[in-house]
């Protein structure tokens, strides 16, 4: 079992991935032969965290996770962003945050990430859209970085956007969307410590076609929410925009909650498919805020969920 430990490393101090793979084998090693207890530092070092959010679920494959995506700047297919993402460069990166902030300003991937006071962090999540995955991301709460950067009073909402870069994003060339793909979160969702930027998966960095270098998981709401590729994060006080619910606010909301009672107009929200579980497997009962109910109802007690969909 991981086991929680803390010290004063950094993100930045993290072993370079092919490294980590090597001496996660050597970890299972020593595990194996009963020293682990006297692990030198270095070892240590790469010891993964486990969210207490995590599933006991099966998680989905790699091969499942990044070969069955939206993103949308690749092209609509399932299949394109597998395709055409290869192209996209991630390095180097940063990220505005603005608006309602003490300390806005351009943070570098590297800086975002120094801030972070572990070295790693796993989190199996449930994801749902019409079909759903287990996704073990590596990723930290969006709440570090925002306490980090100092949220003002008057800030109500976190606003998102993707980076805009058709020279490398092909679907950028067409008005498919509106550009950039923007998304948005009630300041006490994006608080929430189930609301986590992710920057890997099964301990690798993200493939891009999963939102590199750096992509929201909300879990508890519709895949869309989590946008990916971020370049823009605004504290506002107005209820910010939002791709598919400036596209056609009718069918997506701003809220996007899971929930099995409430229907898109064109279908049924009660089932889902699991991805993995072969073309011809059954549809399963969708769960109220995809299971996620004793974590976050009480976000949205006294509102009427039909209503703010
Ligand atoms: N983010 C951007 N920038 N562009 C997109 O088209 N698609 C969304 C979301 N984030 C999308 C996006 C949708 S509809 C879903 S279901 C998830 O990403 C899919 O994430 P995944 O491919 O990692 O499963």
């Not at 006297?38 to 010891?47: D, F, K, R, V």
């Not at 790699?62 to 690749?74: A, G, P, R, T, V």
């Not at 750096?214 to 939002?242: C, D, H, N, T």
Request: proline share 7%; net charge negative.
């Amino acid at each position: 079992m991981p086991k929680r430990w803390t010290n004063d490393l950094n993100w930045s101090d993290v072993t370079p991935r092919a490294d980590f793979m090597n001496r996660r084998q050597i970890m299972a090693g020593a595990g194996a032969l009963a020293i682990g207890a006297i692990a030198a530092p270095a070892l240590a070092a790469i010891e993964t965290v486990e969210s207490r959010y995590s599933t006991d679920e099966t998680p989905n494959t790699l091969e499942e996770i990044s070969s069955y995506n939206n993103f949308y700047e690749f092209g609509t297919g399932k299949g394109d962003p597998a395709k055409n993402a290869g192209a996209l460069t991630t390095d180097p990166w940063s990220v505005a945050i603005d608006g309602l902030v003490d300390k806005p300003g351009n943070y570098g991937l590297g800086d975002i990430l120094s801030g972070v006071t572990m070295e790693e962090r796993i989190y199996r999540l449930r994801c749902v859209e019409a079909w759903s995955m287990v996704v073990p991301w590596v990723g930290f709460e969006l709440a570090t970085l925002l306490n980090r950067v100092g949220v003002q009073p008057s800030a109500k909402y976190v606003y998102f956007e993707t980076l805009v870069r058709p020279e490398e994003m092909p679907g950028q060339r067409y008005p498919m969307l509106e550009w950039p793909y923007r998304e948005g979160l009630r300041l006490d969702e994006a608080m929430h410590p189930l609301t986590i930027l992710a920057t890997g998966l099964y301990g690798e960095e993200l493939p891009n076609q999963n939102g590199a270098p750096l992509r929201l998981v909300v879990p508890w709401k519709y895949g869309f929410k989590s946008i990916k590729s971020i370049v823009r994060i605004s504290l506002v006080e107005e209820q910010p925009q939002a791709t598919w619910n400036m596209l056609i606010p009718n069918e997506y909301g701003f809220y996007s909650n899971v929930n099995p009672e409430v229907d898109h107009p064109r279908w049924s929200q009660a089932s889902e498919r699991k991805i993995g579980g072969g073309l011809f497997s059954a549809k399963v009962p969708t769960r109220m805020f995809n299971g996620y109910a004793d974590e976050v109802a009480g976000l949205y007690a006294g509102m009427d969920l039909a209503k703010y969909y």
